[in-house]
C-alpha cells in the first residue's frame, strides 16, 4: 500500500533537523514509493491543517542539496503552543490530512506532546530526539548536540586568547536548561579550569582557591569558567555542600560578582553569555550522520508498522525504545560520580564538591 507519511520538527530548532527531513524523504520515496508531507510549526500545522510537499529534488539550480547543511529548520517549529485548548481538532487533523504514519522530531518536552495526542488519536508516530540539551533519556546521541558543543569549544578558543592577554578570567555562560551535558563536554574539550554544572555542587570559595592555586602554584594568570545556565547558588557550607538553594537568573554575572567579592576585587573578570549562538549555524559532520540514520532508520520502522518508538544511538547503533518509556525517564543528567566528571577533576578542572 502506498503511504503518505507526515514529518515534523517542534520545540526548539537546532542543527542537523533538515538532514533528518533529507533522509527520511529520500528513503521514503527511492525505497518505497511513498509521498512525504511536512508539517510547518509543528502542532500548529496540524490544528491548522497545512502541509508542504517534501521531494528529493530539494536542490537549488546548481544542484546543492540545502537540507544538508543549513541549520535550523525549513518545517518552522515551536517551542509553545496551546495544544490542550485545541486537542480534539488536532487529533481529528491527522487523519483530515490523510496520514498514515507521523515521524516527530523533537526533544524530552515536545515529544511528551506529541505522543499524547498520538496515543488519544490512534496515530501511527515514530519519534526522533534532537536537543542541544542532550538531556533526553536512553539515547548516547541527540541532534544538534555535537554541533552546539563545537560552537562553545570555538568561543573558548576565541576567549582564551584575549583573557591570555589581559591576565583575566573569562567566564561563559553556556546553554542545557537543567542538565549540564553541554558545560561539561564543551568545558573539557575546550580546556576550562572551571566547569559549573546543575548536577555538582561548587562553592564560591572552592572556586576562588582553584583560581589562586592556578595562578600561585602553576603560574597561570588566566582562567576559563564554563557556567551552565541551569546551576543553582550552593551552599558555602563546607560541612554541607551539596545543599543548593536558591535559583538564578543570569547564573555568568552572579558567579563574575561572587568572585569579585571573594576576591576583594583582585580577580578581573568578564562575562560572556553565548545565548542562541549555541543553536545556530551548520550541522557537524556527526550531526549530519547521526541526523541521516534516524531519518532513514524512521522510515524502516514505519513500513514495518512498527509505532510509539522513539528512535536512540546506543552502542553505535540506531535502537528503539517506546516513546512512554523515555519520557517517564527523563531529564537525562549529567552522572556526578561519572568517568566524565571523574576525567575532568584528574586533569584539575574545578567541578565542586
Ligand atoms: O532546550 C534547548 C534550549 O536551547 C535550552 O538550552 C534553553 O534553555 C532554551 O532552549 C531556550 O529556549 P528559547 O529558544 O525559547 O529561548
Known amino acids: 500500500m502506498k503511504k503518505r507519511i507526515g514529518i515534523l520538527t517542534s520545540g526548539g530548532d537546532c542543527p542537523g533537523l533538515n538532514c533528518v527531513i533529507r533522509a527520511a524523504v529520500s528513503h521514503a520515496i527511492r525505497t518505497y ?15 491548522e491543517r497545512k502541509t508542504v510537499p517534501l521531494s528529493i529534488h530539494g536542490w537549488d539550480l546548481r544542484g546543492i542539496d540545502p537540507l544538508l547543511n543549513i541549520g535550523g529548520t525549513i518545517l518552522g517549529t515551536i517551542n509553545k503552543g496551546d495544544t490542550l485548548a485545541h486537542t480534539d481538532e488536532i487529533l481529528a487533523s491527522y487523519k483530515a490530512l490523510g496520514l498514515d504514519a507521523l515521524i516527530a522530531i523533537g526533544g524530552d518536552g515536545s515529544l511528551n506532546i506529541i505522543h ?14 534532537k536537543t542541544i540539551d542532550h538531556d533526553v533519556a536512553f539515547t548516547e546521541r541527540s541532534i544538534g548536540f555535537d554541533t552546539a558543543v563545537n560552537t562553545i569549544v570555538d568561543a573558548i578558543n576565541r576567549l582564551i586568547f584575549t583573557a591570555a592577554s589581559h591576565d583575566r ?4 555562560e ?48 588566566f582562567a576559563i569558567i564554563v557556567v551552565a545556565e541551569g546551576i543553582s547558588v550552593c551552599s558555602e557550607d563546607a560541612d554541607n555542600p551539596s545543599t543548593c538553594t536558591t535559583t538564578k537568573c543570569g547564573q555568568g554575572q552572579y558567579i563574575a560578582e561572587q568572585i569579585a567579592n571573594c576576591s576583594n576585587h583582585l580577580i578581573d573578570t568578564r ?22 540514520m534516524f531519518g532513514k532508520v524512521a ?7 512498527q509505532y510509539n518508538q522513539m528512535l536512540a544511538w546506543q552502542n553505535d547503533k540506531v535502537v528503539t525504545f517506546p516513546i512512554q518509556d523515555v519520557i517517564d525517564h527523563n531529564p537525562s543528567l549529567v552522572n556526578p560520580h561519572g568517568d566524565l566528571v571523574q576525567t575532568a577533576r584528574s586533569l584539575g578542572i574545578y567541578i565542586g564538591e
Open 116 to 129: 499524547q495526542l498520538a496515543v488519544l488519536g490512534n496515530w501511527n508516530l515514530v519519534a526522533i530526539p
Open 271 to 292: 562575562v560572556s553569555v553565548l545565548g542562541h549562538i549555541q543553536r545556530g549555524g551548520i550541522p557537524s559532520a556527526l550531526d549530519r550522520l547521526t541526523a541521516t
Open 174 to 221: 553556556v546553554m542545557g536548561r537543567s542538565a549540564g551535558h553541554l558545560a561539561l563536554y564543551s568545558g573539557i574539550a575546550g580546556g576550562a579550569d572551571v566547569i559549573l554544572i546543575p548536577e555538582v555542587c561548587y562553592t564560591i570559595q572552592g572556586i576562588c582557591n582553584h583560581l589562586t592555586e592556578l595562578r600561585d602554584r602553576w603560574q597561570k594568570k
Open 33 to 47: 514509493d511513498w509521498e512525504v508531507v511536512g508539517i510547518p510549526y509543528a502542532t500548529q500545522g496540524l490544528l
Open 169 to 172: 578570567v573569562m567566564i561563559i
Open 299 to 305: 522510515v524502516d520502522l514505519i513500513a514495518q508498522n
